[in-house]
């Protein structure tokens, strides 16, 4: 464990509750391995107190913050500045402080695509279906979105699914119950939903009629494998569990606040895997 210096740099995660985090498991591991004066430590702070709390942090000479459930849309509010990823995303997970400044971005999207590069997916290869139509939905459609892709949408409540795609411009909206039809279509399926989570429901596709070529990825990180990538792996197609993308998406906020571009190699996704098991 390094001692701190009186110039140490400091962040955390914000979120109501925080404790379930793994950021700073993930944040404390490149602290140590980059031999950084600083911390990352949770926040534990409650929508209604965000405001004020985030003023504070800055004034105590906190470097910025991640922000997770229920805060996000209260940090897009909170931002002097918010970036493009920010916008298309209609949420912030990433504040720096600067200036007297707070300035915002959104990193989900970008670490979704990261991550598949890392694992020899080619995000632009095909269209995309996407199950789901919440913070993480839009965030992964605004990505593909901006690279070209044709993106389709299901939702178990369209008109939520709808509003998204109004928002964004550019996706197909279809019934959660046409969601296995529409598999064949598709070279990239994405489960941004809860479901397959640990102490949830599985998700109920049909895989049967996948491409071989397809490629199946689920945002959920505990279990490691759901059901969907068990059923996705048993018939030969390639695999991405969430884990990546919560790896990836906390390189842009580590490089701003503590000076350095951490790597996302075996090392790290073991480490932060030992603290996954439901």
């Excluded at 140490?8 to 004066?37: C, M, Q, T």
């Excluded at 909170?78 to 209609?90: I, L, N, W």
């Excluded at 695509?113 to 269209?127: E, K």
């Amino acid at each position: 464990m390094p001692i701190l210096s009186g110039s140490a740099r400091l962040a955390g995660i914000i979120g109501w509750p925080v404790s379930h985090s793994r950021s700073p498991r993930l944040h404390g591991f490149w602290l140590e391995r980059y031999k950084v004066d600083g911390a990352y430590v949770p926040l534990p702070i409650r929508t209604e107190d965000f405001p004020a709390a985030v003023r504070g942090l800055m004034l105590a000479g906190f470097q910025g913050a991640n922000v997770t459930i229920p805060n996000k849309l209260a940090a897009f509010d909170v931002c002097d500045s918010v970036d493009d990823t920010a916008k298309r995303a209609g949420a912030v997970n990433t504040l720096i402080f600067k200036d007297g400044k707070i300035s915002g971005g959104n990193t989900d999207g970008g670490g979704f695509l990261s991550d598949l590069r890392a694992h020899g997916i080619d995000p632009a290869a095909g269209p995309a279906l996407l199950l789901g139509a919440g913070g993480s939905t839009r965030a992964i459609a605004a990505a593909l979105l901006d690279l070209g892709v044709p993106v389709t949408v299901a939702n178990r409540t369209r008109a939520r699914a709808e509003a998204l795609a109004t928002d964004l411009g550019g996706m197909t909206v279809i019934d959660w119950d046409r969601r296995s039809d529409a598999v064949p279509d598709h070279a990239l399926m994405v489960n941004t939903t809860s479901l397959g989570m640990h102490n949830q429901t599985h998700l109920e596709i049909d895989l049967s009629r996948a491409a071989a070529t397809m490629a199946v990825a689920d945002i959920v990180y505990v279990p490691l494998e759901t059901s969907l990538l068990a059923a996705a792996r048993a018939r030969g197609l390639r695999t991405v569990n969430g884990l990546g993308t919560l790896l990836h998406q906390a390189v842009p906020g580590f490089t701003a606040w503590f000076g350095v571009t951490p790597m996302v190699d075996d090392e790290l996704r073991r480490f932060v895997a030992a603290d996954l098991l439901p």
